[in-house]
């Protein structure tokens, strides 16, 4: 399980890194390009935003504490992430033994929101930034082993974030950001659906220890928004 989700954080940076560059390359020659040093000061901004490894889009607001510091709000929802037969989405006890397979969807009616502080601690590289921030979220699906049991995976509560970033310099006019980091997930839970039998309750229990050994979830996010 865990081999397959370091292998769509890599997937996800590899894209992420590629969104950026062919950012930079679609407006070097525009008037509206965010490195220029000449552009107007803005208090507050738009966003809109992509993230990953768990897929998601957001939007957010953003205002000028000071030309150092960036307070934004934010709201975010998940796509949902369906794990098929043929995925290697396994789960076995304690000492890796006695893996079950699970087919289902992951990353259903999820959402988050809450806020970030940004601090750009160098005035001549304002693109440059340090962040904390804290919110609320819920994360659910549901999974299936090969006997059709079905488990239902919920998570919510607070989560906290530290992370870095370039871009998003507090001018008018268009932003482009990069930024990664990590996230503290809230505790998640696991519940049968239907009678209970020896081997789900097992099963049930290896589940939740092997999704709550996801503390720390790392994070990558291309953000544009408009400075005004």
Known sequence: MGNRYIASMKRYFISAIF?????????????????????????????????????GVGLGFSHQLS??????????????????????????????????KYTGVLAENSSWSGVILNYRPFEKAQGVRLQVGAGVGRLGGHLKDPNMVKYFVSGSGTFMYMGAGY??????????????????????????????????ETNQANLRRELNNFTYIPNAQITLAWGF
């Open 67 to 100: 030309k150092k510091a960036t307070l934004t709000a934010f709201y975010g929802e998940a796509s949902e992430v369906k794990i098929e037969a043929g995925d290697d989405f396994e789960v076995g006890d304690d000492n890796g033994n006695n893996e079950v």
């Open 167 to 200: 871009g998003l310099r507090p001018v008018k006019g268009l932003q482009l950001g990069l930024d990664i980091g990590w996230l503290r997930a809230p505790e998640f839970d696991v519940k049968i659906a239907g009678s209970a039998t020896p081997n789900a």
């Open 19 to 55: 969104l950026f560059s062919f950012g930079l390359a679609s407006h070097a020659q525009n008037d509206f390009a965010f490195w220029k040093k000449d552009r107007e000061y803005a208090e507050n901004a738009f966003l809109i935003s992509t993230s990953g490894p768990v897929p």
